[in-house]
């Protein structure tokens, strides 16, 4: 008989796990590895449930030298929905509630749920939501079957060896996972019904993608929790750079899912001769090239979730932060070959303790190799292959507060030419004021050719602060909360910065690799006059008028992408007219009388066309 006495749940939730069939409380992650292989000697296991009388395989786990790979059966499920997030509580919320969407009550399906969980052997694994240090208690109740999925939250969260801890375990969220009802209420739809209670914050996923429930449904518990007590969990990474001469800045990369959050971690990847490309011309084939003899270290600090908890914020004008998860989701879908991400691909090839794989393929007894990614049904590679992470597996990982220097934002681009605009006009590095820094975070470009969510045609939004997809609260509370966290960080840079594409060169994550290294070997040097040129476009700031990096100089083709041939003033004034739009498109709904009037006077100005200097005027840029 298990001891439930440690934790203090909810009436309805505690009435589940003293009546269902049994109770699993892990202690360690480790023995979640043989539950999610159905047994100690177990090499491969189905996942399967019944559905109107026939039983359906959700995803396979298979044992394999390095961990266990997972993959599902559908490529629906190999990446996250969008709009996977309903809201079934009648707080104030600019997400669909689930009475709108499913005209009736949460009440009836919450209580299947509960009766459901009743008849089956249950794993109960706790955890502390948002780190160690600053995070709140929270507990996911899923069925044994679905082991993989407790496994995974293990390495993405800080879990909890109950024995061990101190007092009473009271979670603040639990996740209950019910998978069946996502073919017998849901059609087929990954859905996460958030349902915010006074006595604790109840999340059902009804799907076994942990990106939707795991990760962002987490993610969606601390943004409420901060929207409440006046703070933020930025959508970003986070890295320190330590350059040849030991100087060092921290970088924070915030961004839209695909943004290069993860690959601003990354090592400059290169060619075998050691060179560095930095673009190659998709018309011509022409590529271009730089050599850096010793690069810049790197020190990791966060992937995707950084705290801004108050409890670590200081005096210095910049903003401090530490990271608020205790793993990374990572995607690796640019690692195609052995010899692409050295430092990752040692990690997991030959890990201090068994990962978990998604999405990549798995052979009972061999090694996962990140580089097999699983084949969709199209016979494309799945874009979304995953590993996770602990980040106690990183080297040189920072879990010690930092204050940061830098705070880019990433955009995935498209091609940009004359004959076809696009909003490809970013050059390699854009340095913005706050102002425009905060309204790049409201509007958020989801951007070109995302390859971890489910496609979507042209540019949208991810959503204030990169983070609206998994918010259950109001985005104009949100925007009140990032403008006045860039009010009082004045000392913290801005700048904007492309993937993928600059005008017509493909130039993948490049930019912000070679601008880690630019901005970090300037320090904290001011740009002098002359250096900075006010972009054509006023929301893109200001462009470098050159840029030299270990004594090469970059083609101004990248750093101000007008000057292309290729594209020219007219293609970029296109593009220009579609971020234009775009911006008005979604700024406007930030205009509400709730919004702040230091931000009501920003967004008036890009509704204006105003010119660069109007946005200095409300805030200024200390560069």
């Not at 008989?1 to 269902?20: H, N, Q």
């Not at 801890?165 to 996502?182: C, D, H, Q, S, W």
């Not at 600059?502 to 006059?529: D, N, T």
Request: hydrophobic share 40%; charged share 25%.
């Amino acid at each position: 008989m298990v001891d439930l006495s440690r934790f203090r749940f909810t009436e309805d939730i505690a009435r589940v796990l003293k009546d269902c069939k049994g109770v699993i409380i892990p202690k360690s992650r480790s023995e979640l590895i043989p539950l999610t292989l159905g047994g100690e000697n177990e090499n491969r296991f189905e996942v399967q449930y019944e559905v109107d009388g026939k039983m359906v395989t959700e995803a396979v786990a298979v044992r394999c030298k390095n961990g266990v790979s997972i993959n599902y059966t559908e490529d629906y499920m190999r990446r996250r929905d969008p709009d996977c997030l309903i809201v079934s509580d009648d707080l104030s919320s600019d997400k669909p509630r689930f009475k709108d969407v499913y005209k009736e009550d949460f009440g009836r399906l919450r209580e299947e749920t509960f009766n459901w969980l009743l008849g089956q052997e249950l794993i109960i694994t706790p955890f502390m939501a948002g780190g160690a240090c600053n995070g709140y208690p929270a507990a996911l109740i899923a069925p044994k079957n679905a082991a993989f999925f407790a496994c995974g939250l293990a390495g993405l969260q800080y879990f909890v060896n109950i024995d061990e801890y101190e007092g009473v375990f009271e979670p603040k969220t639990v996740i209950l996972l019910a998978p069946p009802f996502r073919h017998t209420y849901f059609d087929g739809k990954q859905i996460v019904v958030h349902n915010r209670t006074p006595e604790v914050y109840e999340m059902f996923s009804y799907n076994l993608y942990p990106g939707p429930s795991a990760k962002k449904g987490v993610y969606g518990f601390l943004l409420d929790i901060g929207e409440r007590e006046g703070w933020v969990t930025a959508h970003a990474s986070a890295v320190k750079i330590t350059t040849p001469y030991e100087n060092e800045i921290v970088f924070m990369h915030e961004g839209a899912s695909g943004g290069g959050k993860s690959e601003m971690g990354e090592n400059i990847h290169r060619e075998p001769d050691g060179n560095i490309i930095i673009g190659q011309n998709l018309l011509t084939n022409e590529k271009f090239y730089l050599h850096i003899e010793e690069p810049c270290e790197l020190s990791p600090i966060a992937d995707d979730m950084v705290s801004c908890h108050p409890n670590i914020q200081n005096d210095s004008k910049k903003l401090v932060i530490r990271d608020a998860e205790d793993g990374w989701f990572l995607r690796v879908d640019h690692i195609k070959e052995y010899g692409t991400e050295p430092v990752h691909e040692k990690i997991f090839t030959m890990p201090s303790e068994p990962l978990v794989f998604l999405n990549l393929e798995g052979t009972p007894g061999a090694t996962c190799l990140v580089w097999e990614h699983t084949i969709d049904s199209s016979g494309a590679p799945c874009p979304n292959p995953r590993v996770i992470l602990p980040r106690r597996m990183v080297p040189n990982v920072i879990s010690a507060p930092v204050e940061v220097d830098v705070r880019s934002f990433g955009v995935r681009t498209p091609p940009a030419t004359a004959d076809r605009p696009s909003y490809g006009i970013l050059g390699m590095v854009n340095i913005i004021p706050p102002a425009l820094a905060w309204l790049w975070r409201l509007v958020a470009p989801r951007g070109h050719n995302n390859p971890s969510i489910i496609e979507t045609e042209g540019i949208t939004s991810e959503g204030v602060g990169s983070y609206g997809p998994f918010l259950t609260g109001k985005i104009v509370n949100h925007a009140n909360l990032l403008l006045e966290q860039i009010q009082s960080s004045l000392a913290t840079r801005y700048v904007l910065i492309p993937n993928q594409h600059i005008g017509c060169y493909k130039v993948g994550f490049m930019p912000q690799w070679l601008m880690r290294e630019y901005l970090a070997r300037r320090g904290s040097a001011k740009f002098k006059l002359g250096q900075l040129v006010p972009a054509r476009f006023p929301l893109l700031g200001y462009g470098l008028e050159n840029l030299k990096i270990d004594g090469q100089y970059i083609r101004k083709a990248f750093l101000r992408p007008e000057t292309q041939a290729e594209l020219g003033l007219d293609g970029y004034d296109a593009g220009a007219k579609m971020l234009n739009d775009f911006f008005k498109k979604e700024l406007s709904k930030f205009y509400v009388p709730e919004l702040s009037p230091a931000g009501k006077r920003i967004i008036e100005c890009c509704l204006n066309d105003a010119a660069l200097e109007e946005y200095l005027n409300i805030i200024p840029m200390r560069y």
